[in-house]
């Protein structure tokens, strides 16, 4: 049989690993940062209806600049937002492989803050782009003058900032990203997809004007609770979406995909009704934890990261044996902990208090 090995891959490609967080069937699964609270049901009715009028024309190819979209989600961001300056994908992950596409690729780089978001360095590899990490300080919170500094020695063409970060949770201060803007001339990426959690921190939606390098990416994948849609979008000056225009595949965001996402908007205050419990609920983790003795990370999203484990592979695997799945991000003594629902966030508190209990913390 051939193996990876065997075949002709493109050198920047040999040796990566593809992402590849668990998907276990097992009740209380805490490991990717979705909203685990399921949608409305009378919002579930009008999606599905509005999906069953779209059915209806798919013989043709679907609107390829999405424009009932696109208006939807400038008005759902507000700020005097236009059409124009918003873009969608199939996930802000494709979003950001279509910024990478178009900004960055051989001879270009890619530069961002470990521990980030582990799907950075992949989209880097993918379009052949020199990806440059740069350790965070030991709080991992970015000040202006560690992030000036680390843009002026490195000269990058792309830098993203991930606010609040993942899997740390760190919340991005707005002097951080001028800082960033400023210290260069390339193309800077904020990409806020837990931003609804961050009820302390003003979107970086409002530094556009007259920022035309500044780049704002956000997901319904996550308070919106629409993961399984994929659904990611991105504000900009409208030149900005000229050139990802440039990159995108005809026709990449399918009539259903619009159309659910569409109807999704339509709802934004339902979608977004949980946010306050799950918010709640971290804090309610958070203080459980730290009352354990772990070491629990200022977040501003809907996950914590938790540092003080002895063999955290060990507690990984058993919560993963009780039917509860964490992340294991290979951070020293730390794991990532979704919060879930109410009876999620007990289930995941009471195991890792039996397991300290047991000695097997
Ligand atoms: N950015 C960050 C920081 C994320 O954590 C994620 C998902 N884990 C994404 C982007 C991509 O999400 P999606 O493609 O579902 O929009």
Redesign the pocket.
């Known amino acids: 049989m051939t193996s990876l090995s065997d075949l002709p891959l493109r050198a920047n490609l040999v040796g990566k690993a593809p992402y590849g967080a668990p998907q276990d069937p097992v009740p209380v699964s805490l490991n990717?940062?979705e909203n685990t609270h399921p949608i409305p049901e009378d919002v579930v009715e009008d999606i599905v209806s509005t999906l069953a009028e779209a059915v209806r024309g798919v013989n043709r190819y679907p609107d390829r600049e999405f424009t009932v979209l696109r208006e939807a989600l400038a008005g759902y961001l507000g700020h005097g937002l236009t059409p124009e300056q918003l873009w969608a994908a199939n996930?802000?992950?494709e979003v950001l492989q279509q910024i990478l596409q178009a900004f960055g690729g051989p001879g270009r780089s890619l530069l961002s803050f470990t521990p980030t978001?582990s799907?950075y360095p992949l989209l880097a590899s993918g379009t052949d782009t020199e990806w440059i990490p740069v350790e965070r300080p030991a709080d991992f919170a970015l000040t202006p003058e560690g992030v000036a500094a680390a843009i002026a020695e490195h000269q990058p063409d792309i830098v993203i900032l991930?606010g609040p970060n993942?899997p740390t949770g760190t919340p991005l201060r707005r002097d951080v990203i001028l800082a960033a803007y400023d210290a260069f001339d390339g193309i800077l990426i904020v990409?806020e997809?837990y931003h609804e959690f961050d009820a302390d921190t003003e979107t970086a939606v409002t530094l556009l004007p007259g920022r035309h390098r500044l780049l704002v990416s956000r997901?319904m994948?996550k308070a919106f609770a629409f993961?399984g849609v994929r659904l990611?979008y991105l504000a900009a000056d409208p030149a900005v979406i000229d050139a990802l225009r440039l990159v995108r595949l005809p026709y990449h965001l399918s009539a259903l995909t619009q159309a659910a996402a569409v109807a999704a908007v339509r709802h934004a205050d339902a979608m977004l009704a949980t946010v306050a419990d799950i918010r709640a609920q971290r804090d309610r983790l958070g203080a459980a934890l730290a009352e354990l003795g772990y070491v629990v990370h200022e977040s501003g999203s809907n996950f914590l990261l938790v540092g003080g484990f002895a063999d955290p592979e060990g507690t990984f695997e058993a919560l993963r044996a009780r039917g509860i799945l964490i992340r294991n991000l290979s951070i020293p003594g730390h794991l990532r902990i979704t919060a879930g629902t109410e009876a999620e966030t007990t289930a995941v508190i009471e195991a890792i208090a039996e397991l300290s209990v047991s000695g097997s913390r």
């Open positions: 990717v940062n996930g802000s992950n978001y799907m991930c993942n990409d997809a997901t994948s993961a990611g």
